[in-house]
């Protein structure tokens, strides 16, 4: 007798169902706005921390 074996990305695979596309929008928004925020977040710490090293450094 041969053993079945239960596969469980088939099994992920068949519960996929399609996204309602206002749902959709919603979210691609919030990970644009959410991806917004980091880049300028990381903008500013990197500013803030070359102008603390430039206002620190002693002149030669």
Not at 29 to 44: E, G, P, R
Request: charged share 30%; net charge negative; with cysteine.
């Amino acid at each position: 007798m041969e053993e079945q074996k239960n596969n469980p990305f088939e099994e992920l695979e068949r519960s996929v169902h399609e996204v309602p596309p206002n749902m959709k929008s919603k979210v691609m928004s919030d990970i644009a706005n959410a991806k917004l925020v980091m880049d300028m977040a990381a903008l500013y710490t990197c500013n803030i921390k070359s102008a603390i090293n430039d206002s620190v450094k002693p002149n030669k």
